[in-house]
T-cell receptor
Framework: EPEVTQTPSHQVTQMGQEVILRCVPI?????FYWYRQILGQKVEFLVSFYNNEISEKSEIFDDQFSVERPDGSNFTLKIRSTKLEDSAMYFCASRDISYEQYFGPGTRLTVT | KNEVEQSPQNLTAQEGEFITINCSYS?????LHWLQQHPGGGIVSLFMLSSGKKKHGRLIATINIQEKHSSLHITASHPRDSAVYICAVPGAGSYQLTFGKGTKLSVIP
């Protein structure tokens, strides 16, 4: 069964460093999402992406964040200058024209 | 924005018990998701439903669109069902999901 994959599974970085989280959505899906979950809190929407542009973003998704689909298969989330409060689990999801979103296993980001 | 409330927050059950987890939301929706999150953190989609009932193995999900309420049932619960169960709904006119806080289920042998 097709699945969404994410790399790395765990990323440790120092405050102020740039990180790129990578996702490979299901191949025929057209809509892509990033969510995050701070430890002990609920999952929150960050951004959605369709047709090579952002379609929706939350107030969390500020200028430090960017998304890209560089090569037609990968979908990346970049955090330009990480802060301690960016430590969280980041989930990628994708869907086709139906409503059902398929989630990746997540990347645990630890900012020290 | 859709508000999502789940109950209970924590649930401990004996193996074999019938489990019910509830989800209420504030804004009419196109479809509701039930998700499972294991201790390692990964999220698995269990169901997406827009009406009626769906069954997969020992899991049953129901939704009442008029009452803005959904339930997830687990029959003959097993310790491997121990996880956090999360309800998620799209916003009005949007596909971005709003998540409940989750129900932490522990099934004791």
């Amino acid at each position: 069964e097709p699945e969404v994959t994410q790399t790395p599974s765990h990323q440790v970085t120092q405050m102020g460093q740039e990180v790129i989280l990578r996702c490979v959505p299901i191949s025929n899906h057209l809509y892509f999402y990033w969510y995050r979950q701070i430890l002990g809190q609920k999952v929150e929407f960050l951004v959605s992406f369709y047709n090579n542009e952002i379609s929706e973003k939350s107030e969390i998704f500020d200028d430090q964040f960017s998304v890209e689909r560089p090569d037609g298969s990968n979908f990346t989330l970049k955090i330009r200058s990480t802060k301690l409060e960016d430590s969280a689990m980041y989930f990628c999801a994708s869907r086709d024209i139906s409503y059902e979103q398929y989630f990746g296993p997540g990347t645990r980001l630890t900012v020290t | 924005k859709n508000e999502v409330e789940q109950s209970p927050q924590n649930l401990t059950a004996q193996e074999g018990e019938f489990i019910t987890i509830n989800c209420s939301y504030s804004v009419g929706i196109s479809a509701l998701h039930w998700l499972q999150q294991h201790p390692g953190g990964g999220i698995v989609s269990l169901f997406m439903l827009s009406s009626g009932k769906k069954k997969h193995g020992r899991l049953i999900a129901t939704i009442n669109i008029q009452e803005k309420h959904s339930s997830l049932h687990i029959t003959a619960s097993h310790p491997r069902d121990s996880a956090v169960y999360i309800c998620a709904v799209p916003g009005a006119g949007s596909y971005q999901l709003t998540f409940g806080k989750g129900t932490k289920l522990s099934v004791i042998p």
